[in-house]
């Protein structure tokens, strides 16, 4: 992670503050204007996808008046009388939709094609005409379902606009086009010279498919108004007047002659047309307030963009303005004791990082400001008592002077009567010195046999207290075989156990295979645990038989230590007797000598005194050189170290700024 982040670190290192504040706001702001664009464009997208749909919509309703003055006029032409919608009045309403709507849905070429196709009426009832006729009506459908296509209404992504949709294009134009076509073959079955023998099977098909045709209408519109409880009653009225009409024109197609085939095709077929003009109001209500509340949304959520765009810069520019005050804050109370000034303080009200690194800057301030005035006494003192050590050096380096010569004198006169003294005490020393050194002998000797008596002592305390461990490590021994038959009779107890478990095991069939395993593995450990105390009875038994052999020895070797005892305590008394006769033998040599080495003694005595004098007074001549050596460089460094001092500020005394070591200059 932190290589990671190397890179980063590097480049913001070279950058001052506001110009890492301003880069951090950029990448802070450009997800959140990303964010909204996306989301705004995916609303405009939805938009602009439901307003294409209302335009299908509207162009789907212009082809519904085409197709039914279509039909109207096919009627007219079968039963006689004048068209109710001309099919040029028609066309022209679908001329001016396409003029305003076609470019959109790059319908243009569709409905010029479909404009060379348009049949004439004047050609009477004729099956030729008739069939023109249909086939434009189909035409129609094509292009309806290929308007449908263009304009997303087939990919609608909503349950009540979708199946309104299908009910609108897939359902109510084809209901009406084969409505009016049953009529029209079941008008040349009642004897019309038209009639031909396919007619009837057409007339089953036809019927056929108006049943399937209305039973998948009412699955729309009933799935619909299920989704969509707002919209139930709008779309259910027309669906139960097409049911009706629907139902009379199937009657009349049975033959149950109740008010004319006619008009009960006619009536059919404005039911559809009516049906279809109720739906598509309704679809393009559903798709406007959709459009509407995908623009209310696309306008909550710029103005959330904004808000939070304008907070972030807004809290950015707080979090840069409180920072930079803290660092500013910081910077120049910084720059202000670099400069010596100590009377400065980090001033500072928040409670981050920032403000306790100022109030950790202040307390080091305060310290540093204490240190120097207490640096700055010290010096003081340090500088004034230097300089009197130094005059003070300068007058015990005369006197030591004066007095390493008198002493060089006395020791000179001293050292000629060592010299005499000596040559006396030499003659009678090496009688001294032949006494002593058999009296030392044989006090060596008598230590020694001593040592030897002290030493037989300890080994038979020694001796004594291992037969006492000893005879202790054996009534232990008797205690664990005592513990071995416990051990002994669990482990009996337990096999008795593991038996009885065993016999359980066994009338318990089946299920208790498991237990009498575990029983048999219980009663081997019993049989283990018992062979392991007997082998350890065994080892225990060997241990005591050892035990006893051992205290038999240590017996016989006590009586024999006691034996060599009390030989060497003879033979002490006997050396410390010798030693008696060797001591009044030597006393006589050491009085002869004693005065003659007294006056030698006492005189290299003084020659030696004399010489440490000597040697005492030279060094301390050296030592107070060098010291006054020290003390002239300790006034200089003082000297130093006050001018140093003397360069902060710590302090106001009277409204004016002091520096340490003032009062004392």
Request: proline residues 1%.
């Given at each position: 992670m932190k290589m990671l982040l190397q890179p980063a670190k590097q480049l913001m290192n070279r950058l001052t503050y506001s110009r890492k504040m301003f880069v951090a706001g950029i990448f802070l702001c450009i997800p959140t204007l990303l964010l909204a664009y996306f989301l705004v464009t995916n609303i405009y997208e939805q938009i602009t996808f439901s307003a294409k749909e209302r335009t299908g919509v509207r162009y789907a309703a212009s082809l519904d008046s085409l197709l039914q003055a279509v039909i109207d006029s096919r009627y007219a032409?079968?039963?006689?009388?004048?068209?109710?919608?001309?099919?040029?009045?028609?066309?022209?309403?679908?001329?001016?939709?396409?003029s305003l709507h076609g470019g959109e849905l790059g319908m243009g070429e569709a409905f010029k094609s479909l404009k060379t196709k348009l049949p004439d009426s004047r050609g009477g009832a004729t099956r030729q005409m008739i069939d023109a006729h249909g086939t434009f009506a189909a035409e129609l459908l094509e292009m309806k379902?290929?308007?449908?296509?263009?304009?997303?209404?087939?990919?609608?992504p909503d349950i009540p606009s979708y199946y309104l949709m299908d009910a609108l294009i897939t359902k109510l134009p084809p209901l009406a086009e084969t409505v009016s076509r049953a009529a029209i073959v079941a008008a040349r079955l009642s004897g019309g010279p038209e009639s031909q023998v396919g007619d009837r099977a057409e007339l089953l098909?036809?019927?056929?498919?108006?049943?399937?045709?209305?039973?998948?209408?009412?699955?729309?519109?009933?799935?619909?108004?299920?989704?969509?409880?707002?919209?139930r009653d709008r779309i259910q009225k027309p669906l139960l007047e097409l049911e009706t009409a629907m139902a009379t024109f199937q009657k009349e197609l049975r033959g149950t002659r109740t008010v004319g085939l006619s008009r009960a095709g006619m009536e059919a077929t404005d039911a559809a047309f009516r049906a279809a003009s109720q739906l598509s109001p309704v679809l393009d209500e559903l798709l406007g307030s959709r459009i509407s509340t995908l623009q209310l949304r696309m306008s909550v959520y710029l103005s959330l963009s904004l808000v939070a765009f304008l907070l972030g810069i807004y809290f950015n520019l707080a979090c840069y303005l409180s920072v930079k005050e803290g660092i500013s804050a910081v910077h120049d109370a910084a720059r202000k004791v670099s400069n010596g000034?100590?009377?400065?303080e980090a001033r500072l009200s928040s409670r981050d990082e920032i403000g306790e690194t100022c109030g950790m800057f202040n307390t080091m301030t305060d310290n540093l400001r204490r240190i120097i005035v207490t640096l700055?006494?010290?010096?003081?003192?340090?500088?004034?008592?230097?300089?009197?050590?130094?005059?003070?050096?300068?007058?015990?380096?005369?006197?030591?002077?004066?007095?390493?010569s008198s002493v060089v004198e006395i020791s000179s006169t001293m050292e000629e009567f060592s010299s005499t003294a000596s040559q006396i005490a030499l003659h009678s020393q090496a009688v001294v010195e032949r006494a002593d050194k058999t009296l030392e002998d044989t006090k060596n000797g008598a230590a020694e046999v001593e040592n030897l008596t002290f030493k037989v002592n300890d080994i038979s305390g020694t001796i004594q207290a291992n037969?006492?461990?000893?005879?202790?490590?054996g009534r232990k021994s008797k205690e664990i075989n005592k513990v071995m038959e416990i051990i002994n009779n669990i482990a009996n107890q337990t096999k008795l156990i593991a038996f009885n478990a065993a016999l359980e095991a066994a009338s318990a069939g089946e299920s208790g295979k498991r237990?009498?395993?575990?029983?048999?593995?219980?009663?081997?450990?019993?049989?283990?645990?018992?062979?392991?105390?007997?082998?350890?009875?065994?080892?225990?038994?060997?241990?005591?038989?050892?035990v006893n052999r051992l205290v038999m020895s240590s017996e016989k070797s006590f009586q024999l230590i006691q034996e060599g005892q009390e030989y060497a305590s003879h033979t002490v008394v006997m050396l410390i007797e010798s030693v008696d006769g060797v001591e009044e033998t030597t006393s006589a040599a050491r009085q002869i000598s004693l005065s003659t080495q007294q006056q030698q003694i006492a005189s290299s005595q003084v020659v030696l005194a004399l010489k440490d004098i000597e040697q005492g007074v030279r060094f301390s001549t050296d030592s107070i050189h060098r010291t006054n050596g020290?003390?002239?460089e300790l006034f200089n460094l003082s000297e130093q170290l006050r001018d140093l001092v003397m360069t902060f500020k710590v302090g106001k005394e009277g409204g004016q700024e002091t520096v340490p070591g003032a009062e004392q200059s």
């Open positions: 032409a079968v039963w006689g009388g004048k068209p109710r919608i001309p099919i040029d009045q028609a066309l022209t309403g679908l001329a001016e939709v396409d379902v290929l308007v449908a296509d263009r304009s997303n209404l087939t990919l609608d098909l036809l019927s056929g498919g108006i049943n399937t045709l209305v039973d998948a209408l009412k699955k729309d519109i009933r799935t619909a108004a299920g989704a969509n409880a707002a919209i000034d100590l009377t400065v700055a006494e010290v010096t003081e003192k340090i500088h004034a008592n230097s300089g009197a050590i130094a005059s003070t050096m300068d007058q015990q380096s005369g006197f030591a002077t004066q007095l390493s037969l006492g461990e000893i005879v202790d490590l237990f009498g395993v575990v029983a048999v593995e219980i009663r081997r450990l019993a049989d283990s645990v018992v062979e392991s105390t007997s082998e350890i009875e065994g080892k225990i038994t060997e241990i005591l038989d050892a020290v003390t002239e």
